[in-house]
Nanobody, 122 residues
Framework: RLELVESGGGSVQAGGALRLSCTAN???????MGWFRQVPGKERERVAS???????TYYTDSVKGRFTISQDNNRTVYLQMNNLAPEDTAMYYC?????????????????WGQGTQVTVSS
């Protein structure tokens, strides 16, 4: 079973930066690896994703130009978050989905990490 562990969350002021890491216990070649975020009362939102074998990436509009998803040796996926804003405050989750493409909906992803909190103060 694929297991994912996130790290790197924390509290920063607006304009600051954080880097989230998601480490898998198995090779994730050809998986879709995604970062989602969720705030209480709202649906889980896909923030960024990448198909590890293709390196094609997706970003939701609100993070384009500020966040960067990257991968390392098909085991670790990162989310570099720059110029953070208070509206980026959420629980961030790493997820692994079907091979070859990245679905938009969270329920299409089979494996999830435990989440890491990101809090941005103004």
């Amino acid at each position: 079973r694929l297991e994912l562990v996130e790290s790197g969350g924390g509290s920063v002021q607006a304009g600051g930066a954080l880097r989230l890491s998601c480490t898998a216990n198995k090779n994730t070649f050809h998986y879709c690896m995604g970062w989602f975020r969720q705030v209480p009362g709202k649906e889980r939102e896909r923030v960024a994703s990448v198909v590890t074998s293709l390196s094609n990436t997706y970003y939701t509009d609100s993070v384009k130009g500020r966040f960067t998803i990257s991968q390392d040796n098909n085991r670790t996926v990162y989310l570099q978050m720059n110029n953070l804003a208070p509206e980026d405050t959420a629980m961030y989750y790493c997820a692994a989905g079907p091979g070859g493409y990245c679905p938009r909906a969270a329920d299409r992803y089979n494996y999830w990490g435990q989440g890491t909190q990101v809090t941005v103060s103004s």
